[in-house]
Structures are given as structure tokens and as C-alpha cells.
């Protein structure tokens, strides 16, 4: 079974903190995603990154940053945290469609993140 | 740009009845994913559609895709209170790095 790991539950941060969100996968997937949900606005995408040292900004890219040094593992960076980035973020990876023949996302159990 | 739209975005569901829940999209595609959310969880894959046509059933749930209406559909029979959730359909920017955009997600409660 694929599994993806989040380095937290839940956090509680200060406004201007510097705050890392850990993702680790295990499936030797190519492709990792960062995602916050908020009621209302369901998922939506911060960064991705389709192989190693490469990402692309989503559709919410403002006061994140993202590495992947390692294959397996996506960080998500929020260099001066606030108040409206409080949120639930959520992971996911996959492999690439001409391996799997699907796109299918497998997400990890998520991080609620409060800034006060 | 791709949007995703589902409705309604809440349904409440009586015990033993069926149940159909619409996914519309706005650009060609023939990939579509339904996910199920569960209170405080997080998604969990449920189906993976394909192709025009495609049907797809697991117990009460059976979700389709229809690639020219842009429509899928997740049919529900005899709704028990299990399946109550928040079910997001995702579909494929084809060609665009494995990107899914999601839905709202449409939350189900089932009552007695």
C-alpha cells in the first residue's frame, strides 16, 4: 500500500514564524503535491514537484516556498507565517500516467495548522 | 482554465433511499477520480474513470463518466449512514504534470 506521511497533526505557530511542513512517501513516486483545504474553497494546489529539485507553482503559491532534495520527501515552507495561512495542508504523490496508467493522488493524513 | 463543479454541495440523504450526485468540468477531458473525505480524515481514493463510458461500482456507490457532457455522476443505492462523507471528484489537466483539479466537494449526511 502506498503510504504518505505528514511530519505533523497538528501545529500552532506564531504570525512570523518560519514554519516547514514535512511529506514523506514510501511508493518511489515521481510527482508531489501540496494542498491547503478550507471549508468552502475545497483543495487547493500551493506547489508541486514532478521529480527531484523541480517544482511548479500551483494556483495559491503566495508565502510558500517547497523543496525536494530527496525523491521521497517534499517539504512546504512558510517564510513568515500569518493568520490567514492558518489552514489544514494536505500531501499527496503519485507516479507519472504512462507508468500507472492513471493519475490517481494518494494523499496523506494532513497537517491543521493554526498561526495566532 | 479547468473548473470542476459539483452539486449539490450538501445533501441530506434518507436511510434506504438512492441518491445521484453530479461532477461537471469545463475542458476536455477523459480522466476523472472520486474521492471520499471523512470528518477530521483525509481523501481517500475511491474511483478511477478513464474513458467515455466508463462505470465504475463498489457496494452502493457506482460513479460514470459521460467525456462529452462532461459529466460524471455517483449513483447511490439505498444510502446507509457509513456512507456518510464529503465526496470530491478531481479531473486530469491532461498533459499538464499529473495535475488534478478537485471539486468542492459535495457533503453527504445520512439521517435515519
Known amino acids: 500500500d502506498v503510504k504518505v506521511t505528514q511530519s505533523s497533526r497538528y501545529l500552532v505557530k506564531r504570525t512570523g514564524e518560519k514554519v516547514f511542513l514535512e511529506c514523506v512517501q514510501d511508493m518511489d513516486h515521481e510527482n508531489m503535491f501540496w494542498y491547503r483545504q478550507d471549508p468552502g474553497l475545497g483543495l487547493r494546489l500551493i506547489y508541486f514537484?514532478?521529480?527531484?529539485?523541480?517544482?511548479e507553482k500551483g494556483d495559491i503559491p503566495e508565502g510558500y516556498s517547497v523543496s525536494r532534495e530527496k525523491k521521497e520527501r517534499f517539504s512546504l515552507i512558510l517564510e513568515s507565517a500569518s493568520t490567514n495561512q492558518t489552514s489544514m495542508y494536505l500531501c499527496?504523490?503519485?507516479?507519472?500516467?504512462?507508468?500507472?496508467?492513471?493519475?490517481?493522488?494518494?494523499f496523506g493524513p494532513g497537517t491543521r495548522l493554526t498561526v495566532l | 482554465e479547468l473548473k470542476v463543479e459539483q452539486n449539490p454541495l450538501f445533501l441530506s440523504m434518507q436511510e434506504g433511499k438512492n441518491y445521484t450526485i453530479y461532477c461537471n468540468y469545463s475542458t476536455t477531458s477523459d480522466r476523472l477520480y472520486w474521492y471520499r473525505q471523512d470528518p477530521g480524515k483525509s481523501l481517500e481514493s475511491l474511483f478511477v474513470l478513464l474513458s467515455n463510458g466508463a462505470v465504475k461500482q463498489e457496494g452502493r456507490l457506482m460513479a460514470s463518466l459521460d467525456t462529452k457532457a462532461r459529466l460524471s455522476t455517483l449513483h447511490i443505492t439505498a444510502a446507509v449512514h457509513d456512507l456518510s462523507a464529503t465526496y470530491f471528484c478531481a479531473v486530469d489537466n491532461t498533459g499538464a504534470n499529473s495535475k488534478l483539479t478537485f471539486g468542492k466537494g459535495i457533503t453527504l449526511s445520512v439521517r435515519p
Open positions: 514537484s514532478y521529480d527531484v529539485k523541480m517544482k
Open positions: 499527496a504523490s503519485s507516479s507519472p500516467w504512462e507508468r500507472e496508467g492513471a493519475d490517481t493522488q494518494y
